[in-house]
C-alpha cells in the first residue's frame, strides 16, 4: 500500500508569520493579540498608514552588511531563496510555476533582442504589474488579488468595451477598463474597506466615481510600480524560475 502524503492547509496569516513580512498589507493583523503573533504585528504597524512611527519606505537594509563567521553559506542562501519565492508567491497570489518559468525565458528573450540591453528584470516586472488582476489590485477596486480574480472570472471586467474573463490578460497603454453595473456594490465595498494605501502607480488614471480604469503610460519605464524592490528580490526569483 502506498502512503499517500495529505496536503494540510495552512492559512495565510501563519505563512505571513513565518516569512516575518506583512507581505498582503492586511488589516487584520494589527488587531491580533496573541504573544505568537507580536513580532509581526509589532513590524506591520511601523508599515501601517495610520500609525505615527510610519516606516513604509525601506531606506536601507542593515543586515545587508552583516557576515556571519560560522555558518554554512549556502545553507543560508538556500533558505533566504525559498523565502523570497514564499514571499512572491503571496504577494501575486500564487501564480503557477509553469506560467513563471514562461514569462522568466520570454523576459531574458526581450532583453536580448533589445538593442540597448534592457535589463531583463524591467520585462518580467512588465508582465507581472500588466496582468488585469494586479491593475485591479493596485489601483484599490479590489482588496486583493483573488478579490479581482473573482470578479473577471465572472465576467464583470472589461477592457476596451470587451469582456475579459482572463485573469492573465496583460493590458497595454492606451487600454481603458471598466466594470459592468452589477458588480458597483461589491466595488463601492472594497473601496470604503481598503486604506487606498499603497498610492496606485501613476502609469494608471482612475476614476472612483465612474469605476474606469485608463493606462496612460508605458509600464516598463515606471520606476514607482508598488515599491516592489521593498518586498521582492526580483533577481533572485527570476534565478530560481529560470529554466
Known amino acids: 500500500m502506498i502512503n499517500k502524503k495529505l496536503y494540510r492547509y495552512k492559512p495565510v496569516y501563519k505563512k505571513l508569520a513565518s516569512l516575518k513580512k506583512n507581505v498582503q498589507n492586511r488589516k487584520k493583523i494589527l488587531n491580533f493579540r496573541n504573544q505568537k503573533w507580536q513580532f509581526l504585528v509589532a513590524k506591520s504597524t511601523k508599515m501601517s498608514k495610520t500609525s505615527k512611527t510610519n516606516c513604509y ?6 543586515n545587508i552588511y552583516y557576515t556571519p563567521k560560522f555558518n554554512n553559506f549556502f545553507s543560508k542562501n538556500y533558505k533566504q531563496n525559498l523565502l523570497t519565492k ?5 504577494f501575486y497570489g500564487s501564480l503557477r510555476e509553469k506560467y513563471l518559468k514562461s514569462i522568466v525565458s520570454r523576459s531574458f528573450l526581450k532583453s536580448n533582442q ?3 540591453r534592457i535589463n531583463s528584470k524591467l520585462f518580467f516586472k512588465e508582465f507581472l504589474e500588466s496582468r488585469l488582476d494586479v491593475i485591479l489590485y493596485r489601483s484599490h477596486f479590489t482588496l486583493s488579488i483573488r478579490n479581482a480574480r473573482q470578479l473577471i472570472n465572472h465576467g464583470q471586467v472589461y477592457v476596451n468595451k470587451k469582456c475579459v474573463q482572463d485573469a492573465s490578460f496583460l493590458v497595454k497603454k492606451g487600454d481603458l477598463i471598466t466594470f459592468s453595473l452589477k458588480s458597483h456594490k461589491i466595488i463601492e465595498y472594497y473601496l470604503v474597506n481598503s486604506d487606498l ?13 465612474v469605476f474606469q480604469i485608463s493606462v496612460i503610460d508605458d509600464i516598463k519605464l515606471a520606476n514607482d510600480s508598488t515599491n516592489l524592490s521593498m518586498w521582492l528580490n526580483l533577481n533572485s526569483v527570476m534565478q530560481s524560475y529560470k529554466n
Open 57 to 62: 519606505y525601506k531606506f536601507y537594509d542593515q
Open 197 to 209: 494605501w499603497p498610492l496606485p502607480p501613476k502609469y494608471l488614471q482612475i476614476s472612483y466615481k
Open 114 to 116: 533589445t538593442k540597448n
Open 86 to 90: 514564499r514571499g512572491f508567491n503571496l
